[in-house]
């Protein structure tokens, strides 16, 4: 029995050890035009099969018989839309905003043949993307066979979506990254939209039967900087989408191409979108939140007015599919509100774990009594998920026996109470021992 104990034991933990670490669950709906088109895009679904994802591929034919919420819950943890065509319109948006308020993470792709359905989709969220027939040409930097195969260089942002490295060698054209389809703008109404990867300074975007020789209107074009191709949302539930004006930059065919002898980038590239819009990476984790009186290793939900206190806190971020020591470079910062905040200032590095980091700040509780809320909200536009950790504690006012003997503030009073002793003193010692002496010639006359 022991030994049958010590091998069922042995046996959950070697499954456990080769469990990948991701924090996300890994279900993800990829939805085609038709399912015909699943080919086309095999280097891709392969390569999220092999990070452990286990992908679900359908066209939009079929998609009336997948749910992406059932039963209040979501059964999916991920979705491309990569269809772009009229048969998207069997897509309901109302159902995708809805997954993505429950923390669904979406990726929606379009080309110049963007159905109603997927614009109707990107407005909700603040993107914008051209109208119809519209398409994004470069005649400076482009593929010879087509001025509509664009060679962007121009990534935005010190994010952790596109790693430095890959951002350097595309902006070189060491490994050139390869663009068609429609562009977007940002409306600016959900500022938690940032722009991932822009049109270069000649790039523009107009009709595609005009093969760009014919100019935009100067009032409705998108040209240079503000024609964005790639655009990401860190939603304040942590959900995460990317909209792209390119569902070739996913296809084989580009991740295939080579421009003078240089393979595309594309495959990087969208692999770096899909692990950062699928979570796995830029994600930070709250281990472990402790406050504690200075000197003292035990937490308390209560704490007296001013009152040395230690706030604590142990982050981790994951990549690479294990978690590491989270380095914030930008400051987080600690609150104690009761209305209005009371503290805000930022914690200091103290020390790291192999799997975390630890951020502390030594403070005094406010001179004032009542319940006060701790609170961590540290929130960036970088790309990592966003952190808030709230927690009640109350303060309260000195005890009877716990006022010092004497106050610094009754100092005054100190004096004048001892003044008047001191004077009644003396004036008990003039009235009880000082004897008047009568003259002669009184007590003559009393002889």
Do not use: C
């Not at 962007?152 to 490994?175: E, F, M, Q, Y």
């Not at 240079?224 to 296809?251: E, H, M, P, Y």
Request: no cysteine; hydrophobic share 40%.
């Amino acid at each position: 029995m022991r030994s049958l104990l010590s091998l069922t034991l042995a046996l959950v933990a070697a499954i456990v050890h080769a469990a990948p670490a991701n924090p996300a669950s890994n279900k993800v709906l990829v939805v085609l035009n038709t399912e015909s088109e699943a080919p086309l895009f095999s280097l891709y679904v392969d390569s999220m099969r092999e990070r452990g994802f286990e992908v679900t591929v359908t066209g939009t034919d079929s998609i009336g018989k997948l749910q992406l919420v059932a039963f209040e819950e979501k059964a999916f943890d991920h979705l491309a839309l990569f269809a772009d065509s009229k048969s998207a319109q069997a897509i309901a948006p109302a159902k995708v905003i809805d997954f993505i308020n429950r923390g669904g993470n979406v990726v929606v792709a379009a080309s110049s043949n963007v159905g109603e359905s997927v614009r109707d989709i990107a407005i909700e969220l603040s993107a914008d993307f051209d109208e119809k027939g519209n398409a994004v040409f470069d005649h400076f930097q482009s593929l010879p066979n087509g001025k509509t195969r664009v060679l962007s260089k121009k990534i935005l942002g010190d994010t952790v979506i596109i790693p430095n490295s890959l951002k350097k060698t595309i902006a070189s054209g060491s490994t050139p990254l390869v663009f068609k389809g429609v562009g977007h703008r940002l409306t600016g109404k959900n500022p938690l939209v940032m722009p991932v990867l822009v049109g270069n300074p000649t790039s523009f975007s107009y009709l595609e039967s005009t093969r760009g020789n014919t100019a935009p209107p100067a009032a409705s074009a998108l040209v240079g900087s503000s024609l964005v191709l790639v655009s990401a949302l860190q939603a304040r539930n942590n959900a995460r989408v990317i909209f792209s004006g390119s569902v070739d930059l996913f296809k084989n065919e580009f991740f295939e191409l080579t421009v003078d002898s240089k393979k595309t980038a594309n495959k990087a590239f969208t692999d770096e979108l899909s692990k950062w819009v699928f979570q796995e990476k830029g994600v930070l984790e709250v281990r472990k939140v402790f406050h504690h009186r200075a000197g003292e290793d035990k937490q308390h939900g209560s704490y007296r007015i001013k009152e040395d206190l230690v706030y604590e806190i142990e982050l981790s971020e994951f990549h690479d599919n294990k978690w590491h020591p989270y380095k914030s470079s930008t400051p987080i910062q600690f609150s104690a509100t009761m209305l209005d905040p009371y503290i805000r200032q930022n914690l200091t590095f103290l020390k790291s774990t192999p799997s975390s980091s630890i951020y502390t700040l030594p403070f005094m509780t406010p001179d004032v009594y009542g319940v006060f809320t701790f609170a961590v909200e540290h929130k960036r536009r970088e790309g990592y998920s966003w952190i808030a950790v709230k927690e009640d504690v109350s303060i309260h006012p000195f005890r009877h026996d716990e006022y010092p003997r004497f106050l610094s503030a009754a100092f005054p009073y100190y004096a004048n109470v001892v003044s008047m002793m001191g004077g009644f003193v003396v004036l008990s010692a003039v009235v009880l021992y000082h004897r008047e002496t009568l003259g002669e010639d009184k007590k003559v006359k009393k002889e």
